[in-house]
């Protein structure tokens, strides 16, 4: 329990440490006291994971203090709950995320705000566990704007840059739409269950409230609204790929493993409140599927590794998002964990590439990687064919998990599934571009490569490559977290009998189908022999860059219209309402202070004025 | 010599529109001293309104006293410490005929108007019925106004050091 | 009584008085400024003494004795205080005297 309850205070302390003491810390001790928190986490982590598998209890839950209380006997404390589901994140968040930190020691080495780097990050790890592990909504409220904030700190950590500036406030103020929609859904719920503890919350709703109930819709939706903003899904997704602004270990821990996850957990972690609405379950993966499209049609036309990367972690998500909404809850957070995996593979191996190339992140200005830095262009394949879902990988195992209960999901449909399967074809191609823009052929750039720190760099990304490769092999046992979704499984049994058997061939299928073609289609790009290759971003192609459109649409929609108004308002109405009482004050002043003015001949003018009036009054 | 249409009060009625036209030509003069001379014109006047209200002392020491010591100290502070220099230096120096007109014409009025008190047997008559003389004033001010002399001797000494003091030349002690 | 009504003596000093006090305002060099103070001074006693012999009293006269001295007293204080200001600031203007020191 006191492991519980120490887990996210290391990576705190370590906070504390680097943000009070500063620049006087030298690399070697700022790097051992950041990592080595966040290792003392993961450890803390594994060993909760396995106290948990090895005992008859599903649940470790441990109260540390009563923050505040509400009414209706409703009590807000500091307490953590620790199931099968939070088991995973936690293992997810603290290792992926020491991983992450130990590479972030070496990319970030020569920068020199590299302490306060380390300190955000920790600050970071540490929100996500209390948002994890918390085991009432206003403490996961906590840890979801401390997110939020660190996304923005982190994102904009160049601040000297304009754009990083603009970008990190882009990111905030589009997931402060999400966290705003949230929060009324938070005080509804209280208002109407006067409970926000999750587990008694969830309780007195299955209790309470009929299947398909107005309550239940309207809670949903709003919480569903939280998630789409944090987890970057449409309508909310703009944020993401400009987001990218910040270092590469940022994009690594935040923007792919971890923070954009928390929308996925939320909704899995309120599933009892979502199965109790089915129509928002069937908006939730209908969004999933709108997203996975969209961002990867987005991903077949960037010019940036980073953004496709972006987009691509977007276009993941919208399968997880896809998987809750039909039910599928365990393959949905299986997807997740296997995506942290190779995702950070992916992000971490492009910052290498990256640093190697002399901040080089134009893919059209790379080319024939894999004979330069052969190590690096192998984990990135790995982590490509992950993504792809080859069969073996850990991406194989939870994408079919999710495709597999796509068709008989009584939130899904068929429609569904084709959104999936086309979405698997559109990853491959989208991958095989990448690769082959940015790996094969021969070398369009022609500067050197810069290698310092490669070896100990590669550590890490060793890692995360075996965990992507193998990390399906994992069993996760989420029996004890959904045992409300299983007992709607039964009626899906059924349906699952009478599928059609060419579903689950397709579905496998489909990457082979993918990079068939992309071979075919892209075969300038990956016979490139050292030729510049055009990049025309017009018409179509160029939409599709600028995320499908929606930047331009919220631009016209939103942004234009507040700018007007705050044109207008320039002198500030409510402010010149106000300043009439200065105004009035002054008046007095001036006319005041004119009698004051020292001039004898005046005085002796008021005397007589004032004489007139006392004869005038007398006299009447 | 009997003018029955001129009686005490049109005599008193001159008198006063020559006191109020000497006063305004005072209060509407550019040269000091012309300014300061009117003044003593309009003190003449009233003095002349004094004396036909039957209150000849009185008449007798606003000539004395207002006009002629305290308008003759006015007369000499203002030639002797040249504080009529910036107002006359600025006056248009008017010369001839035209500077005569006013005060000439103010003072034969007076005294034209005087004579003719003094001289018609009627004014006299009705004045002498009704005069508070010097015997009655005298006889209040050593009476029930004696503590109000006393303070008004105060008053002149105060005027008299402050005047010294004030008005010594600088670097003898004397700083405002 | 007096032939002469005592309402007209007050209208002549009102009217006197007027005056002076017009010239006090108006006038901006001091030494006129001081010569209509006198010109009202000589308005009050021309009330008083018009009072007095009204009620066939001494007082009004008395009174007039009393201002005759204190226009004597105030006539030279100020020209004592005019001298200073023609030295000091080489003008009798009297709206240089309008600031305080410091």
């Known amino acids: 329990m006191l492991l519980l309850a120490l887990l996210p205070f290391y990576p705190l302390l370590s906070f504390l440490l680097l943000a009070g003491l500063g620049k006087r810390?030298?690399?070697?001790?700022?790097?051992?006291?950041?990592?080595?928190?966040?290792?003392?986490?993961?450890?803390?982590?594994?060993?909760?994971?396995?106290?948990?598998?090895?005992?008859?209890?599903?649940?470790i839950s441990v109260h540390l203090w009563q923050w505040f209380s509400l009414a209706m006997g409703a009590d807000i404390g500091f307490s953590f709950y620790l199931d099968a589901l939070s088991a995973v994140m936690i293992c997810v968040v603290s290792g992926v995320g020491f991983l992450i930190h130990l590479y972030a020691a070496f990319y970030m080495k020569s920068d020199e705000n590299f302490n306060r780097f380390m300190a955000y990050m920790n600050l970071f790890i540490v929100a996500m566990l209390i948002l994890v592990l918390a085991d009432n909504l206003v403490l996961l409220y906590l840890g979801w704007e401390g997110v939020g904030l660190c996304s923005f700190l982190l994102i904009g950590f160049w601040y000297q840059e304009k754009a990083n500036v603009l970008a990190a406030r882009k990111a905030f103020i589009v997931t402060r739409v999400g966290d705003t929609a949230m929060a009324i859904g938070l005080f509804i719920l209280f208002d109407w269950l006067g409970q926000l503890n999750i587990q008694e919350a969830t309780q007195l709703a299955q209790q309470n409230w009929q299947v398909g109930s107005n309550q239940a819709y309207w809670i949903a939706l709003l919480l569903l609204g939280g998630a789409v903003g944090k987890s970057a899904q449409l309508p909310l997704q703009t944020w993401l790929p400009d987001a990218m602004a910040g270092p590469t270990p940022v994009s690594a821990l935040i923007h792919a493993a971890t923070m954009v996850t928390a929308g996925v957990y939320l909704i899995a972690r309120m599933h009892g409140i979502f199965l109790l609405s089915p129509e928002v379950m069937n908006y939730v993966a209908w969004v999933g599927a709108l997203t996975l499209l969209l961002a990867g049609i987005a991903a077949l036309a960037q010019n940036d590794i980073k953004r496709v990367l972006a987009y691509s972690t977007m276009s993941q998500i919208g399968y997880m998002m896809l998987a809750l909404g039909a039910g599928a809850w365990s393959a949905g957070i299986f997807h997740l964990m296997t995506h942290a995996f190779f995702k950070a593979l992916l992000f971490l191996t492009a910052g290498s590439v990256i640093?190697?190339?002399?901040?080089?992140?134009?893919?059209?200005?790379?080319?024939?990687?894999?004979?330069?830095?052969?190590?690096?262009?192998?984990?990135?394949a790995i982590g490509l064919i992950c993504l792809i879902a080859l069969p073996g990988t850990s991406g194989f195992f939870s994408k079919e998990a999710i495709i597999a209960e796509l068709w008989s999901s009584p939130t899904a449909g068929a429609q569904l599934w084709w959104c999936a399967i086309i979405g698997a074809l559109v990853t491959s191609i989208y991958s095989c571009r990448l690769f082959f823009l940015a790996f094969l052929g021969e070398s369009r750039n022609q500067s050197g490569l810069h290698l310092c720190n490669a070896n100990r760099m590669r550590l890490p990304l060793l890692a995360l490559a075996l965990l992507s490769l193998f990390g399906g092999l994992i069993h996760l046992d989420f029996s004890s977290v959904f045992s409300l979704a299983?007992?709607?499984?039964?009626?899906?049994?059924?349906?699952?009998?009478?599928?059609?058997?060419?579903?689950?061939?397709?579905?496998?299928a489909m990457p082979f189908v993918g990079i068939i073609f992309s071979w075919l289609f892209f075969s300038d790009y990956r016979s490139n022999k050292?030729?510049?290759?055009?990049?025309?971003?017009?018409?179509?192609?160029?939409?599709?860059?600028?995320?499908?459109?929606?930047?331009?649409?919220?631009?016209?929609?939103?942004?234009?219209?507040?700018?007007?108004?705050?044109?207008?308002?320039?002198?500030?109405?409510?402010?010149?309402?106000?300043?009439?009482?200065?105004?009035?004050a002054r008046l007095w002043y001036g006319a005041l202070s004119a009698t004051q003015n020292g001039q004898l001949r005046w005085y002796a003018a008021a005397i007589g004025v004032a004489v007139m009036c006392l004869v005038g009054v007398m006299a009447l | 010599m009997s003018w029955n249409l001129i009686s005490l009060e049109t005599i008193f009625y001159l008198a006063g529109a020559v006191a109020i036209i000497a006063s305004l030509k005072v209060v509407t003069g550019k040269n000091t001293i012309h300014a300061l001379l009117y003044l003593v014109v309009s003190l003449l006047a009233v003095a002349v309104c004094f004396?036909?209200?039957?209150?000849?002392?009185?008449?007798?020491?606003?000539?004395?006293?207002?006009?002629?010591?305290?308008?003759?100290?006015?007369?000499?502070?203002?030639?002797?410490?040249?504080?009529?220099?910036?107002?006359?230096?600025?006056?248009?120096?008017?010369?001839?005929?035209?500077?005569?007109?006013?005060?000439?014409?103010?003072?034969?009025?007076?005294?034209?108007?005087?004579?003719?008190?003094?001289?018609?047997?009627?004014?006299?008559?009705?004045?002498?019925?009704?005069?508070?003389?010097?015997?009655?004033?005298?006889?209040?001010l050593y009476g029930p106004y004696l503590l109000a002399v006393e303070i008004a001797s105060f008053l002149l000494l105060a005027g008299l050091v402050a005047g010294y003091h004030y008005a010594k030349p600088d670097g003898q002690g004397g700083h405002l | 009584m007096t032939a002469i009504p005592l309402s007209h003596a007050l209208v002549l000093a009102c009217i006197l008085f007027v005056i002076g006090f017009v010239g006090v305002i108006v006038r901006k060099n001091t030494l006129f400024m001081l010569m209509s103070l006198e010109v009202m001074l000589n308005a009050v006693g021309v009330a008083f003494i018009g009072a007095g012999s009204a009620w066939q009293q001494a007082d009004g006269q008395i009174m007039f004795i009393l201002i005759l001295t204190l226009a004597a007293a105030e006539v030279a204080v100020g020209l004592a205080l005019l001298i200073r200001m023609q030295r000091r600031f080489r003008s009798l203007d009297i709206d240089k005297l309008s600031q305080l020191r410091g």
């Open chain 1, 530 to 584: 050292g030729q510049e290759i055009p990049y025309k971003a017009t018409g179509f192609i160029g939409v599709c860059r600028d995320g499908v459109g929606f930047d331009w649409l919220y631009d016209w929609l939103l942004v234009k219209p507040y700018c007007l108004l705050a044109r207008l308002n320039r002198r500030d109405v409510l402010d010149q309402v106000l300043m009439l009482n200065a105004w009035y």
């Open chain 1, 486 to 508: 299983n007992r709607a499984s039964e009626a899906v049994a059924n349906a699952r009998a009478n599928e059609p058997i060419w579903l689950h061939p397709i579905a496998i």
């Open chain 1, 355 to 380: 640093l190697a190339l002399h901040h080089q992140q134009n893919i059209f200005k790379m080319g024939g990687l894999l004979k330069r830095l052969p190590v690096e262009s192998s984990l990135f």
């Open chain 1, 25 to 59: 810390l030298s690399w070697h001790a700022a790097t051992l006291i950041s990592v080595g928190s966040v290792a003392l986490s993961a450890i803390s982590s594994a060993i909760l994971v396995y106290q948990l598998s090895s005992s008859e209890a599903t649940v």
């Open chain 2, 51 to 140: 004396y036909l209200m039957g209150a000849p002392f009185a008449a007798g020491l606003e000539v004395i006293v207002y006009a002629g010591a305290i308008l003759v100290l006015f007369v000499f502070a203002v030639m002797m410490f040249g504080l009529a220099k910036d107002e006359t230096r600025h006056a248009p120096q008017a010369t001839g005929l035209s500077i005569w007109v006013g005060p000439v014409t103010l003072a034969l009025v007076l005294l034209a108007i005087l004579i003719f008190a003094i001289d018609d047997a009627s004014i006299q008559q009705k004045l002498t019925a009704n005069i508070v003389g010097a015997r009655q004033v005298g006889a209040l």
